[in-house]
């Protein structure tokens, strides 16, 4: 995070953004802040206090991302408030040892399946009571957006 191009997501330019520790927006976008084990190497996102395969406490904040594949996904038609339903929550893989869950997003619903190419982007999620809160999504690739080399973790 030494970087000066780097820098936390803030509430500055949005009304609200949930978890804006969790991501790092960059000149090339939105990357997720997960945290890697200094002993083991495992990965956790949310960044575990400890980590989940040694117990180790030593736990630095790395960059993923911005595109995973869609594991597995849901349309959830009853869910918790204050959120609009439905709406779609999957699983993305972001590398083979970090599977994380989270809002899924496409222009067409239809285009959702799993093992399609997500991108960690920045949207408006729609609340029951009409309001939008800025947050960060993974949203559905067409094929001529998917970037070959990225998904990976970067120190
Ligand atoms: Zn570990």
Request: glycine fraction near 8%; charged fraction near 15%; hydrophobic fraction near 35%.
């Amino acid at each position: 995070m030494n970087n000066p191009q780097r820098t936390t997501a803030t509430a500055s330019d949005a009304p609200e953004v949930i978890s804006p520790d969790d991501v790092a927006v960059t000149s090339d976008g939105p990357r997720l802040l997960v945290g890697r084990c200094r002993d083991c190497g495992a990965l956790s996102f949310p960044a575990a206090a400890v980590c989940h395969k040694c117990w180790s406490h030593f736990i630095d904040r790395v960059e993923a991302g911005p595109q995973g594949t869609l594991y597995s996904y849901s349309t959830v038609h009853i869910g918790p408030k204050p959120w609009r339903t439905p709406y779609v929550l999957g699983y993305v893989d972001v590398t083979p040892q970090l599977r994380v869950l989270t809002h899924i997003q496409a222009a067409d619903a239809g285009a959702i399946r799993i093992g399609s190419t997500v991108q960690l982007t920045r949207s408006d999620v729609q609340l029951e009571d009409g309001r939008a809160i800025s947050t960060f999504v993974f949203s559905v690739l067409d094929i001529n957006q998917v970037q070959p080399s990225e998904g990976a973790v970067h120190a």
